[in-house]
């Protein structure tokens, strides 16, 4: 049977940078993969700037999608750095028909105790969307890990992967799909660097006897 995928992210490039290698190898395998993105990842400037933003960071999102495979996008107009001022009810109520529409059996989303606070913001309302309701279908939730917010986290529980997808075959997939935002990318050491992303799945895979890998940590698992 194939999958259901529906990955939700904060931004545009979040996705690629948690879950780009899992994302080309559901494709590969015949799965059908959906992304949301719940703010635009703009920061409100002057109107003219941020019309013009909004417009590029589409276009990259777009890009990154064909590259990986994904079926289709959606995009939410969450503010960026700020969806703690959204009420969680508003997220959830304009999320829940996309996910009623996709109605994956797969989630991939956010680790519930990053820096940035859209993406924590994230994790609520995909938990409260995906909850374990008798007849559920979904057997899935893993939470990625964003470099440059995850790793930055003040908090004592840090994230502890505890599954690995093996990236060896799709890393070049990914790091393709990631060049498509290479304007948010920088120079390393700065941890959202091509360096540091490539580094990190080693890293990963070094943890899981694999070449490459991709971590997470597991939500929910349904045997
Ligand atoms: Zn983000």
Request: with cysteine.
């Amino acid at each position: 049977m194939n999958n259901t995928v529906l990955v939700i992210a904060a931004h545009p490039d979040d996705e690629v940078l948690g879950c780009g290698g899992a994302i080309a190898k559901h494709v590969q395998d015949g799965d059908s993969v959906y992304v949301a993105f719940l703010s635009d990842g703009v920061a409100s400037r002057q109107e003219s700037e941020t019309v013009e933003a909004t417009r590029k960071r589409a276009e990259y999102a777009n890009e990154a999608a064909r590259i990986l495979g994904v079926k289709q996008t959606f995009q939410l107009p969450f503010p960026d750095n700020k969806m703690d001022s959204v009420p969680l009810l508003d997220i959830i109520q304009e999320l829940q028909p996309i996910f009623d529409d996709v109605n994956p059996n797969i989630i991939y989303t956010h680790f519930y105790k990053d820096l940035n606070v859209d993406h924590r913001v994230t994790y609520q309302a995909t938990m409260t969307i995906a909850r374990a309701l008798p007849n559920s279908k979904i057997s899935k939730i893993l939470c990625f890990e964003v470099l440059s917010s995850t790793e930055w986290s003040n908090e004592h529980e840090r994230f502890s992967p505890t599954a690995y997808v093996s990236i060896e075959d799709t890393f070049q997939t990914k790091l393709e799909a990631l060049k498509a935002y290479d304007e948010e990318m920088r120079e390393f050491p700065h941890p959202r660097s091509y360096r540091t992303v490539e580094a990190l799945a080693e890293y990963r895979g070094a943890m899981s006897g694999l070449l490459k890998a991709e971590a997470f940590e597991v939500a929910r698992l349904i045997l």
